[in-house]
């Protein structure tokens, strides 16, 4: 008997957990309210990204300037004496292998201690990324496709739409909190995007029809949002779970 699998299933690749010290090399903004930082390191040596949401732990040094840097053994990670740096997850946008340049995009907002770096940080300062420790990778060419975010996920959606095949012309729904960073995606001209609040979403995506097959959802934003709208799919729609891929990138409470 011949076992039957699922098309185009996305995929796990482990990688090997590293940390890393980089360089800012420059700082832009784009699109007004997000800061395009270039790091150097030779530390990047192998590093290695599979997934267009892959993410990577940033940490941010404290105030004294010194990193608490851990160590990677057979019994898990090691962190020395010292209070540990704050940390948050960003995407790696781009990875320049022979360059050893790694690029993220900082969404640029009021509080926080990973924006308020970002908006600062010169050519020269250091910072200290673990991971990523893992990638899941998504087939580019399902013939329907559906992207939910907000800022905070636009860098993934960026990256994921610059893989994606010519014939592929993708639906982008962001929940967006600043009018600036509708010029985020400019360039995709193949893709359907639309700028909303979450209550529209939510209405457009109950009324969107999808196939019966080769489809692909892809969620994030707020915690309660991202809930509603894979509750949304998976129970009342009837899709398939192995296609959906829900996850929060934050939680307001």
Sequence with gaps: MTLQTKP??????????????????????????????????????????????????????????????????????????????????????????ERNELTLDFYIHDGGVASQWADGAQPGDSLLIGGPRGSLVIPTDYSFQLYVCDESGLPAVRRRLASLPEHIAPIVLVN???????????????????????????????DLQFPASDYFVWITGEGQDVKQLSDELLENRGLDGDYVRAVAYWHSK
Excluded at 29 to 44: D, Q, Y
Excluded at 52 to 59: G, L
Excluded at 64 to 89: H, L, N, Y
């Design 8 to 97: 185009k299933l996305p995929k796990r690749v482990k990688n090997e957990l590293k940390f890393r010290e980089l360089t800012v090399k420059s700082n832009e903004t784009v699109a007004g309210c997000f800061h395009r930082i270039i790091f150097t390191s030779p530390e990047l040596a192998g590093f290695s990204s599979h997934g267009f949401d892959d993410h990577i732990k940033v940490f941010f040094p404290p105030e004294s300037g010194d990193f608490v840097r851990p160590s990677v053994t057979d019994d898990g990670i090691v962190w020395g004496e010292g209070a540990r740096p704050v940390s948050r997850d960003y995407t790696p946008l781009e990875f320049d292998a």
């Design 176 to 206: 967006s909190h600043h009018p600036q960073s509708h010029d985020y995606l400019s360039e995709f001209t193949r893709a359907q995007v639309e700028w909303l609040d979450s209550e529209s979403i939510a209405r457009r995506v109950s």
